[in-house]
Nanobody, 115 residues
Framework: QVQLVESGGGLVQPGGSLRLSCAAS????????MGWYRQAPGKQRELVAR???????NYRDSVKGRFTISMDNAKNTVYLQMNSLKPEDTAVYYC?????????WGKGTLVTVSS
């Protein structure tokens, strides 16, 4: 079992920045990759960014150049640095971790971009 706890969401003005954190615990040795997804009201959940255990990353096109995903192995934590935030980034952001056997999800943290 893997437990994921997100933090760092909140209200920010357009153009502002936030950093989300996802702390993993439990059977973290088996994690192959971790990522951030988001779900806006009335929309499907979508991948925002992903990082593998080897450090490879990928991003959805709309956040490239603005968001950065990183991993601190010593703290078992994945971060999502979000800069130049736009109102369309407003969503609940979920942390995801995948092992060979299954995927795990956190409960989510709300990010609201509004003036």
């Amino acid at each position: 079992q893997v437990q994921l706890v997100e933090s760092g969401g909140g209200l920010v003005q357009p153009g502002g920045s936030l950093r989300l954190s996802c702390a993993a615990s439990g059977s973290i040795f088996f994690i192959n990759d971790m990522g951030w997804y988001r779900q806006a009201p009335g929309k499907q959940r979508e991948l925002v960014a992903r990082i593998t255990s080897a450090g490879s990353t990928n991003y959805r096109d709309s956040v490239k150049g603005r968001f950065t995903i990183s991993m601190d192995n010593a703290k078992n934590t994945v971060y999502l640095q979000m800069n130049s935030l736009k109102p369309e980034d407003t969503a609940v952001y979920y942390c995801n971790a995948n092992t060979q056997f299954r995927g795990y999800w956190g409960k989510g943290t709300l990010v609201t971009v509004s003036s």
